[in-house]
């Protein structure tokens, strides 16, 4: 720059440049050309550059600036302009404005003195957002001076919508015009997402002035086809008036399908404060809705109102100043319906001011469920309420409120609760007439009980079952937790309940038994429960007389059952306990200690129990039938529990198919596919991947490849319970299934509970096995149980029989999930030689082909369906073998299907040579049925099946009977290619021949 002075004033031209400053975070730079002759300022070419490119251009001059003058005198004519600038980047100078995009022009003008500067210009932006919503041709002249700040014409387009502002802000008046001769309500959807919240079309134009010492204005909106939220409100028209200079009133109607609404509202305020914050000093608002459509307010109401509908009626005021305010509103719903079940009534009434709120009466009907309430909720936040609900069937109330229907009949529900929402105080009495909780019919329910403090007290409390079978009933304290608990509330309230139980019968709880057993007899129980739910003390005596108990499971019932019982402080002695199991007895006593403290509970108690049978019977079907001997003692109470035992079984019939099953429990599902699939993509991780068709053996049904998800971590719970059970068979003790046999020896299990070992040996005296008109005798047989095999088993038999062909020995031994089979013959046959003929495979052959000789005489006369199919069959030994051989030969089919009656059953084939199956068949209802047999498919699509029927354990005499049948079926060929033998899409079946028993 350079400087000089004459006579004592000043003067210099200057040339300045800023680089890399920084304002609210954003970049400035900027270049001024400045002179001064001792009177006047100048700028010249100064610019000022914002972030990336926004340019301020100011020129002008600042006069009368003199060495001896005030600043305050100095007169400004300053020109500012923008061209092209980023909007975006001056909103960010501003903390907290709105997220603004886009390019803005403008020119302003300073001119006055310093002490009173005065700016005019004007705003124009072709194209703006505002949250990403294009404004475009926004326009505007401001103007301010003097405190006061003046926008005339201003303009804005939002897709089809137009609007025009102007107004006057300042000098203790205030004035505003509004107009929009098409306003479009869609247009400011995308403020919302997108979302259509907003629907309607109209125009507006207000103008109001408000000052010190006057007031005045008016103004009207109206809008068509108007819809909030899809709510459709109609017509919307609204007046804006000031009839006086202190008082502004609206005037709002809407009328549509909904239904009409008004409200009419006036504002009273101190005129020389304008609209300043504390301006109001009164309100009166009036609010009607009529007749208003529900349904058409589903978007918006909440889940719980699906399928309300009616029409809904609402009268509302408000009056009083900021700080004292008062309401009151009351409503009304006319042909009301929550889905199907009308609303009777819906209606209520409710009053506020500064103290607080008082519902004054509210009641709703529905389907014969009544519910009436009133109360008040006080500005202290204390509240005060009663409520009342009735239902001629507490199953309706659960139908209409979406819950499980557990309990059906009458009842009436009184509730009083006061207090504040961490101390609250509730009283409640329940009543309820003949009805069934859980199917467990009653004739009567009543209970009186209060909430307070944590605890709930029960004044009394009484169920009476129905057909006069005894009662049950409660009374005392409990402690009990709602909501947030006050500091006056004990973390370990105090205990004193009482259970009572007068001459109950037993059977009137067999449907919670769900028909898979029943009970009978009579229970006579009293029990008090003193101390705290930590710590509790139990006193008290049960005693059951007459008791029987059926099962599905185990189909002996237990008869004459008696029990005494009595509670004294953490012990529950059982003194004792008689019953008879078929032609025995069963006995028991023993202690059950409660342990306490925070870990308390049944699974950390410890017992002392004595159990003994006599020549008890017991018949589990499919698994077991006989005679038991048996002492059983447990005690957990030692450092050292154990469990000791000895067992003897008599008279006692094991189906081996019922071992086999639970061998096997293991499954024979199919592993999921884990390596790569030809033309199947690799998996990779969030990825699911569907294949199918017939090349990859999936038929109709896809495979889905998917992520496997993360294993639930569960604690494996040990057990120290030491095991000492020895387990005997005594007299006529039967294995049937695989092999009708009789054997003796015993089995000990030791271990723990949590890894039992067993170990010895059960040896065969005699038996025999059938395998359709060949009979096996036993030669010798033994099941060991070996401690390193668990509970699994290891056979070891040999069997022979003799055929006019040969004589054939088979054996079978391994353990009974690896199971190998071995056949032989006298004279030397191969195994599959053994098996044709055994199954007469020949002879089926040259049925099937004509079976005539030269002279016309039946080459097969000698050999019968009968003998062919009337064997001893069981489907237990083709089942033994297929689970046996399932690892070495493996199952060729294993089948899941619907018999004729609905009913699944399981089909297991293996196959033998070349064209013959073995087939076994099994429902899965209890006892089963079973058949087994061959399927022999003399040429392709031709298949001829003979099925044996067999019978087992458990079934009647009407279900038992064995007969045998044979079918022809014949197989449409399809377009499957060979080596698969897929179900039959469609076959011709000749009529079955029952070949009689």
Request: proline share 5%.
């Amino acid at each position: 720059g350079r400087s000089s002075a004459v006579a004592g004033h000043p003067r210099f031209d200057l040339s300045a440049t800023a680089r890399a400053a920084s304002l609210a975070g954003k970049t400035l730079s900027g270049d001024a050309e400045v002179s001064y002759n001792g009177d006047t300022l100048t700028m010249r070419d100064s610019r000022v550059l914002i972030g990336g490119g926004s340019a301020i251009d100011v020129s002008g001059s600042i006069g009368n600036v003199g060495a001896t003058k005030s600043w305050s005198q100095a007169d400004l004519d300053l020109d500012a302009q923008m061209h092209n600038a980023d909007v975006a980047e001056l909103a960010a100078l501003a903390p907290g404005a709105l997220p603004l995009g886009g390019a803005i022009d403008a020119t302003a003008h300073i001119g006055g003195q310093l002490a009173a500067p005065s700016v005019s210009g004007d705003v124009a932006s072709a194209f703006t957002t505002v949250r990403g919503v294009a404004v475009e041709n926004i326009k505007a002249r401001i103007a301010a001076s003097g405190g006061a700040i003046d926008v005339e014409d201003a303009q804005a387009t939002l897709g089809t919508s137009q609007l025009h502002v102007s107004g006057r802000v300042g000098g203790g008046a205030t004035s505003l015009a509004l107009a929009s001769p098409h306003l479009d309500l869609a247009d400011f959807n995308d403020f919302f997402g997108g979302k259509d919240v907003l629907a309607g079309a109209g125009s507006g134009d207000v103008a109001m002035s408000v000052g010190p010492t006057y007031g005045y204005g008016s103004g009207s909106v109206r809008f068509a086809g108007v819809a909030i939220e899809q709510v459709p409100l109609g017509t919307v028209q609204a007046k804006l008036m000031l009839p006086e200079r202190d008082r502004v009133a609206l005037d709002l109607k809407t009328n549509g399908a909904i239904g009409s609404s008004s409200v009419v509202a006036t504002i009273g305020y101190r005129p020389a404060m304008s609209f300043a914050a504390s301006a109001p000093t009164t309100y009166s608002v009036t609010a009607d809705l009529r007749d208003v459509d529900v349904a058409q307010l589903e978007s918006v109401l909440p889940r719980a109102a699906e399928g309300l509908r009616g029409r809904f009626t609402m009268h509302a005021s408000a009056w009083g100043v900021p700080r004292s305010l008062r309401g009151s509103a009351s409503f009304h719903l006319a042909d009301g319906y929550i889905h199907k079940d009308r609303i009777a009534d819906l209606s209520g009434s409710v009053l506020a001011d500064d103290s607080g709120i008082e519902v004054q009466n509210f009641h709703t009907e529905i389907a014969g469920v009544e519910l009436s309430a009133h109360g008040t909720y006080g500005e202290d936040r204390h509240f005060q309420a009663h409520a009342r609900l009735s239902t001629a069937d507490v199953a309706q109330l659960e139908r209409i409120t979406a819950v499980p229907q557990y309990v059906q009949g009458p009842a009436l529900l009184d509730v009083d609760a006061s207090g504040t929402a961490t101390q609250p105080q509730v009283h409640a009495t329940l009543s309820a007439g003949k009805g069934s909780a859980l199917g467990v019919a009653y004739d009567k329910i009543a209970a009186d009980m209060t909430y307070r403090r944590g605890t709930l007290a029960v004044k009394s409390a009484s169920l009476g079952l129905a057909a006069k079978r005894g009662t049950l009933s409660v009374q005392g304290t409990l402690p009990m937790s709602v909501g947030r608990q006050a500091k006056v509330v004990r973390s370990a309230p105090s205990l004193q309940f009482q259970f009572a139980a007068d001459r109950v019968d037993l059977a009137a709880f067999d449907p919670l038994l769900h028909g898979k057993a029943s009970l009978e007899g009579e229970l006579n129980a009293r029990a008090l429960a003193t101390g705290s739910l930590v710590h509790p003390h139990f006193d008290g005596t049960a005693q059951l007389r007459g008791g029987v108990v059926r099962s599905a499971l185990e189909t002996v019932p237990l008869t004459k059952l008696d029990a005494d019982a009595v509670f004294a402080h953490d012990v529950v002695t059982l003194q004792r306990l008689h019953g008879v199991l078929g032609k025995g007895t069963i006995d028991a006593h023993g202690n059950l200690r409660l342990v306490s403290g925070p870990s308390a509970g049944l699974a950390s108690a410890t017992y002392d129990m004595h159990l003994s049978a006599r020549r008890a019977n017991l018949s589990v079907p499919q698994y077991f039938s006989g005679v038991i001997d048996a002492d059983v003692a447990v005690n957990t109470e030692t450092a050292a529990p154990q469990l000791n035992s000895d067992i003897i079984i008599s008279d006692t019939d094991i189906p081996l198919a019922g071992i086999l099953a639970l061998a096997s429990s293991s499954g024979m599902g199919q592993s999921a596919q884990t390596g790569p699939v030809p033309g199947v993509p690799p998996y990779h991780k969030g990825h699911t991947i569907m294949y199918g068709g017939q090349i990859y053996g999936t038929g109709d049904e896809p495979h889905i490849v998917q992520p496997t998800p993360t294993p639930l971590k569960h604690k494996h719970v040990t057990s120290r319970l030491a095991l000492n059970v020895d387990a005997s068979a005594g007299d006529n003790v039967n294995v049937t299934g695989i092999v009708n046999a009789t054997g003796s020896g015993t089995v000990h299990v030791g271990g723990t509970a949590s890894a039992p070992v067993m170990s010895g040996d059960l040896d065969v005296i005699r038996g025999t096995a059938s395998l359709f008109d060949t009979t096996f005798h036993i030669l010798r047989g033994r099941v060991a149980f070996h401690p390193s095999d668990g509970m699994l088993p290891t056979l070891n038999a040999e069997a022979l029989a003799f055929r006019p062909e040969a004589d054939i020995t088979a054996r079978v031994y391994g353990r009974v999930d690896q199971l190998h089979t071995e056949l032989e013959s006298d004279p030397p046959m191969s195994e599959q030689d053994i098996l044709a003929d055994m199954l007469h495979i020949s002879d089926i052959n040259q049925s099937l082909s004509g079976g005539s000789s030269a002279n016309g005489a039946s080459t097969n006369a000698g050999v019968s369906l009968e003998r062919l199919a009337g064997g001893e069959v069981t489907g237990q030994l083709l089942s033994a073998v297929n689970f046996g051989l399932e690892r070495t030969l493996h199952i060729e089919e294993v089948d899941l299907a619907f018999n004729q009656n609905g009913q699944p059953t399981l089909e297991m084939r293996k196959q033998y040579g070349k064209n013959m199956f073995a087939i076994f068949r099994s429902s899965f209802s209890a006892p089963p049925d079973e058949e087994v047999g061959v399927m022999y498919e003399p040429r392709s699509g031709l298949e001829v099946e003979w099925l044996d029927k067999q019978n087992t354990a458990g079934q009647t005499f009407y279900q038992q009977g064995q007969y045998q049948t044979w079918q022809v079926l014949y197989r449409f060929p399809n377009k499957e290619g060979p080596g698969r033998k897929p179900r039959p899409s469609s076959q011709a079946k000749l009529t079955p021949v029952n070949l009689g028993p």
